[in-house]
């Protein structure tokens, strides 16, 4: 994820959870909601996910699917340390 941007889209990440490791987490698998609302409390995350879900990039269904993407981008920054991924984010639909 890229440092010093100021589109939390582009250096956080948001998991989609099951309800049980979504309470584990107290529903911070919603990163890219909390840093961009941080005043939403941590139960209203999920609800504010689906309000602006189309403006995310893609989010990974489960730990294992974010796990995998992080190794995958680790494993490319220690052959390329300049390296930094940059999610895609969707085209912005005119008002």
């Not at 879900?53 to 992080?70: F, M, N, V």
Request: charged share 20%; glycine share 4%.
């Amino acid at each position: 994820m890229q440092d010093d941007v100021p589109d939390f889209r582009l250096c956080t990440r948001t998991v989609i959870l099951n309800p049980f490791f979504r309470f584990l987490y107290w529903h911070m698998n919603y990163h890219i909601e909390h840093h961009m609302y941080a005043g939403v409390p941590c139960y209203r995350l999920g609800k504010l996910h689906a309000a602006i879900k189309s403006d995310l990039p893609h989010c990974p269904q489960g730990l294992y699917e974010a796990w995998t993407e992080i190794a995958a981008i680790l494993e490319r920054q220690k052959a390329e340390p300049e390296y930094e991924y940059v999610p895609e984010l969707p085209t912005p639909v005119a008002a």
